[in-house]
């Protein structure tokens, strides 16, 4: 595992800076906490965005490939008049009724498994994994949480003690129990379910034996912070029928891949053909104003709500409710999962072929718009791969395309459009990533087709 | 303490609803997951809302003297054209150089005094809270929280564990204390200060003997959800003193107290004397947009950002900072705070009025427009108390006054109108009130002055 939790990040004085940013830099360092971390070597600095493109103050374009959070792209005029008109109009609490509130409710529900029919809102991702928890842990009346080995859920306090990929400065809880994912450890797709059904049973003993039942299996269905371990599709299930079987729920954190980013599916759980207990929502739900919802199914929820109140001031206030409905019906008229799920075929099409050529890359995964990309070779040493990961990143910075790195070695390319990319998008990232590879890669070239083993994992 | 986690709040079946009504609470419980509560007997429905006011589907107006949210009004025109003309340029995320950002930061921690200079942001006041443990907990290196007998402080897993408002439902930590105020307790008040200093002696002293350190203590310095126990100005310091002696912080709570609301000061902790080490924002910051954040010294947030990354993917994004930013230009050009204090005053000068004519008026207290008026006699049992409380903000209500009650009784109401009143709202909600207490209680009028020892305590 890296030992530096953000790689990808700043580091006073190993660049040089133009003036303007080096002021803006020493301002902020002043008067904002130190626990912010600026991205890439040389930090980007934007002052506008529009669809698929920020822009820095001189007005130079940059193509963003990496925030998940604007789906529909940035700055989307029909989302923002959604905000802008229900601000003007009212923005109630959930204690009032409020039309919108309910009807929004609805429409989000009915994009779930029939079983899955009730939400709360909160206003992050981390709101609604540690209300999820809390859920959980009051409806199974147990305390144990069970979670992937680079597992990252969020930053509230319980959140970040489920969290692993926070590294050692965050300490874990001690009823939490990392399993191994079946990719990461080079078990083959065959014996993948089998693989991830003995980790999870042998978490729930050890917590048993500790006295300490198991209250929920917490799981990013794509992986995305392990690395994008994606495949093959139903791994996970035999895993949730064993927490299942001890009294555990399943907590499905859609934040990352929910709202159609892996193309097939409204949710990426429906990869995995099981159906959550609890879901967790965040991100992409209103293409950037806070909001964040836990769906699920009646039972833990009634439980939870039959003792405790969950009182969140600004969660389903109709501001958010009137944009994040705007961004429901963006998603679903103009069919943004079916754009997500060919341009990600366009994406991983273009990938493949580079990967003939380039021996960076090592391994290819995705699933619609989430594309995870190892680079170095498999006899490479660690530390070098992830450089070489981490010179790719900075190398298309440099050159106008937004990326990042992921992985319990920071080895893998976090590749995530916003989901209204087009195929001339596509093309220019793969023109710009091509020509990175020429660049840093120089020695990487083979002409031997390493494809079929490459693409398996 | 009421049984009851709050008293104010829709029963099914307690009263008979319009079919508008009936049949939008019908589908609301459909869907939502049932931790949610409606407000009052009769549950209010808006639809839209401006300035001081609220409007159903009828277009009634309702004056709204409760919400604390919308501290500059309903629908502020120029706070959402700011909004609007930021979510159309950029939404930039904390990773990157955006210059409002820092523009923002500097600003607010201005209005601080000197030692507090650093700024991280979240969305929530729960997370404000929750962040805020976490940096103390690192800073100290303990893990024990003192709070007030009635505390709430938020949501998350973390904070509803130290807020013992949330009642027997949510479980207390093992590693929390909590202290009585001197004002609920009729400590008399040349005896405030030395009283909560034996009481946090007391926790300390406790926590230690079970091998427990104090990394804060966590307070909201107008001690909202204990009844506004407000006073005597600075009794809270010689406890803040005892803390940091064995080691732990001052989290100052201004969720509810800060940006002007307590009428002489910005801030709440201003009124008490002391400079907290970390300070927690929320509810108004945005006045509706989700945004918090955790101000404080250098050395805590310096220990715990060496160590720890907290990247809150909304917060800090621009729309929230120019938001929050429009905020606080109209705080300080339009002098709110002083309205604030002038409008407190003007309040406060008719409830004592009233209370001269109404034994129903237990006792008054007040910082500029924050007010706890309690209900009921002394002698009178405390569930009567409560029920006549609760008779009187939902005979408000129906004549179209909001407000709702507080404190370990509930008996006490809770009185905190948008900062913008101004004389014509205070005088119509005065008569409102006088209306109400006449019909509500018509057999706690007497011609005998007890104001003198009532608006003691």
Known sequence: MSTDLMPNRFRPGEVDLPKREAELIARRDAVLGSSYRLQYRKPVHFVRGEGMWLYDPDDRAYLDFYNNVPSLGHCHQ??????????????ANTRYLEPRLVDYAERLV???????????????????????????????????????????????????????????????????????????????????????????????????????????LLVDS?????????????????????????????????????????????????????????????????????????????????????????????????????????????????????????????????????AQRHQAIRAVRHAGLFFGIDMGLDTAPPEERRALALDVVNTMRDDGVLISTTGANEDTLKVRPPLVCQAEHVDLFLATFERTLDRVAVNSRSPTSRNAARTRR
């Open 222 to 354: 794509i992986f995305s912070s392990d690395g994008v371990w994606i495949d093959p599709p139903g791994f996970i299930a035999k895993g949730v029928a064993a927490v299942r079987e001890a009294g555990g729920l399943l907590i499905a954190d859609e934040v990352q891949p929910g709202f159609g980013r892996t193309g097939a599916h409204m949710w990426g759980f429906e990869r995995h053909g099981v159906v959550p207990d609890l879901v967790t929502l965040g991100k992409p739900m209103g293409n950037g104003f806070p909001i964040g919802a836990v769906v699920g199914r009646r039972a833990p929820m009634d439980r939870f709500g039959a003792t405790a109140r969950y009182s969140n001031t600004f969660a389903g206030n109709t501001v958010g409710i009137a944009t994040a409905d705007a961004v429901l019906t963006i998603l679903q008229r103009d069919r943004i999962p079916q754009n997500a799920l060919a341009m990600g075929e366009r994406l991983r099409a273009g990938v493949d072929a580079l």
């Open 110 to 216: 009915a994009t779930f498994p029939k079983e899955i029919n009730r939400v709360v809102f909160t206003c992050t991702g981390s709101e609604s994994n540690d209300l999820a928890l809390r859920i959980a842990r009051l409806a199974s009346g147990n305390e144990g949480v069970i979670v992937s080995a680079y597992a990252y859920h969020g930053t509230s306090a319980a959140v970040a003690a489920v969290s692993p990929n926070l590294g050692d400065a965050v300490k874990l809880s001690s009823n939490v129990r990392v399993v191994c994912l079946p990719g990461p450890e080079g078990v083959p797709e065959t014996q993948a379910a089998d693989f991830f059904e003995a980790q999870v049973k042998a978490a729930i003993l050890d917590l048993k034996r500790r006295g300490i039942g198991v209250a929920a």
């Open 78 to 91: 029909e989302v923002n008049a959604a905000m802008a008109e229900q601000a003007g109009r009212i923005s």
